[in-house]
């Protein structure tokens, strides 16, 4: 198992940047998937980036193309995800979770972050 932690997230102005870090224990960090997700109110929880154990292959959902960028330190067990150019829209409470290599499903969850981007 992993156990994942975010930190980071807070509040932004229209236009501005964040850093969201997700400290990683319990599981050697070349052994999984690291995906980031947000939950805004009313909405479904979705994909925002991934990126490979390995960091090799990255994966951002269209809304964030081009403004957000994941990255991954595995001697540091810690991964990031980079907002820049913030939306109203991105506020959200934003997750980390973890994809074992082999398996399907991301089966550990950080607590979440709170991300509010002012108008």
């Known amino acids: 198992q992993v156990q994942l932690a975010e930190s980071g997230g807070g509040l932004a102005q229209d236009g501005g940047s964040l850093r969201l870090s997700c400290s990683a224990s319990?599981?050697?960090?070349?052994?999984?998937?690291l995906g980031w997700f947000r939950q805004a109110p009313g909405k479904e929880r979705e994909i925002v980036a991934a990126?490979?154990?390995?960091?090799?292959?990255?994966y951002y959902a269209d809304p964030v193309k081009g403004r957000f960028t994941i990255s991954r330190n595995n001697a540091q067990n810690t991964a990031y995800l980079r907002m820049n150019n913030l939306k109203p829209d991105d506020t959200a409470v934003y997750y980390c979770?973890?994809?074992?290599?082999?398996?399907?499903?991301?089966?550990?969850w950080g607590r979440g972050t709170q991300v509010t981007v002012s108008s």
């Open positions: 979770a973890a994809k074992f290599r082999g398996e399907r499903d991301y089966a550990f």
């Open positions: 990126i490979s154990f390995n960091g090799v292959n990255t």
């Open positions: 319990g599981r050697a960090a070349n052994m999984y998937t």
